[in-house]
């Protein structure tokens, strides 16, 4: 069943988050979701469901089917265990009743780009989270590398594929839940998801590089590429409902964005990254150009610290508190207006969320 036919069953609700009810008690008065702690879980469950979607990149470039996962509230207390791609998951409930939006724009958006052989639901508890929070996650599972389907080497158009399956999915998100706000959203990515977040978010390519890797294979996994693939980067890639950007545990990669292409980004950005994952994080904050950027890093943080979990170095579940906290706060700000001082003060150090959470920030223009 689609979420556009399950919102008739909201309809016989007889309260919400909205109206004052939260966990069965009625506050008699309308809730104010800004109110709700970012390092506390929300008053939602969590409800689930998947779509395939075909769409065509462009002239000369075979159409593509991608998966979309997407996480929202509900106030469901019980129902059918969430089922993705891999794996189940007890804390989200397949196609559970919509609960009603908390923000008179309709559900605030997240997307999600997974990382090299991930899949849409390979940071999960991102989305679990923010759907507590009344946020709606849709997270493309990027076809030919998933950890089901991935092609090897993997095709040069991957490269435009990423950022062309983000803009297909806010697309496609409104028809799959109508009331969503897809005008202003935030994206977030895992590992090589963090390309993703810098192309959608407005990185401006090399073009001579790219014609390069092009011409040679230097750089990519393929042997080159046609030139109507080539031809895909010289349009824009980018998509402005993206008004800021989550890249986590990896770093921009010059070889596609240049020297300065950051600079064209027009929303913050909030990296993330662990002591005990080398991605080249020191290199990229030296070397970051002029606009408004986070990083946090955890001690003991590994490369999984921010998808599936299970981290000799440090706890999973408060890898993951830090992460869904600091990244709410960081939409709310972006997104929604949020003006709290607690929710600025966390993203800027002056309030520590945790001991193993360092920050450190370049504020640009």
């Known amino acids: 069943m689609r979420l556009a036919l399950i919102l008739a069953g909201a309809l016989g609700c007889t309260g919400s988050a909205k109206d004052g009810v939260i966990d069965g008690r009625d506050t008699g008065e309308h809730v104010d979701p800004m109110s709700w702690a970012v390092d506390e879980r929300g008053p939602f469950g969590v409800g689930y469901q998947s779509i395939m979607k075909t769409y065509a990149p462009g002239a000369g470039v075979d159409a593509r089917t991608i998966r979309l996962d997407v996480w929202y509230p509900t106030e469901d207390e019980s129902g059918i265990t969430a089922t993705y791609a891999v794996g189940t998951d007890t804390e989200v409930m397949e196609n559970a009743t919509v609960a009603e939006p908390v923000h008179n724009a309709g559900f605030p958006v997240h997307v999600h780009s997974h990382g090299y052989r991930g899949f849409g639901a390979t940071s999960a508890f991102l989305s679990r989270y923010l759907a507590s929070h009344g946020w709606v996650t849709v997270a493309p599972s990027h076809t030919q ?36 706000d897809t005008s202003a959203v935030v994206l977030s990515g895992h590992s090589f998801g963090s390309y993703t977040t810098w192309a959608s978010g407005g990185a401006t390519y090399d073009l001579d590089s790219v014609a390069q890797m092009c011409a040679t294979g230097d750089g990519i996994e393929g042997d080159g590429c046609t030139a109507e693939e080539e031809a895909m980067f010289s349009g824009d890639l ?38 005990e994952d080398s991605v080249g994080q020191d290199n990229q904050f030296d070397q ?78």
């Open 288 to 365: 970051m150009g002029a606009i408004d950027f986070t990083w946090v890093e955890l001690e003991g943080g590994c490369h999984q610290t921010f998808a599936l979990g299970a981290c000799d170095t440090l706890d999973t579940e408060l890898g993951f508190q830090v992460v869904q906290s600091l990244a709410l706060a960081f939409a709310r700000i972006t997104v929604l207006g949020d003006t709290s001082p607690r929710s600025a003060e966390l993203l800027s150090g002056e309030e520590t969320i945790s001991e193993i959470a360092s920050t450190r920030r370049r504020l640009g223009r």
């Open 238 to 275: 980018s998509d402005p409902r993206v008004v800021a950007t989550i890249p986590m545990a990896g770093t921009m990669r010059r070889s596609w964005f240049g020297s300065d292409g950051e600079l064209s980004v027009g929303g913050p950005v909030l990296f993330f990254s662990g002591t």
């Open 145 to 180: 590398n998933t950890i089901i389907d991935h092609v090897d080497p993997l095709p040069f158009a991957h490269f435009f594929h990423r950022p062309m399956d983000v803009t297909t999915a806010l697309d496609a998100l409104p028809d799959i839940l109508p009331e969503v």
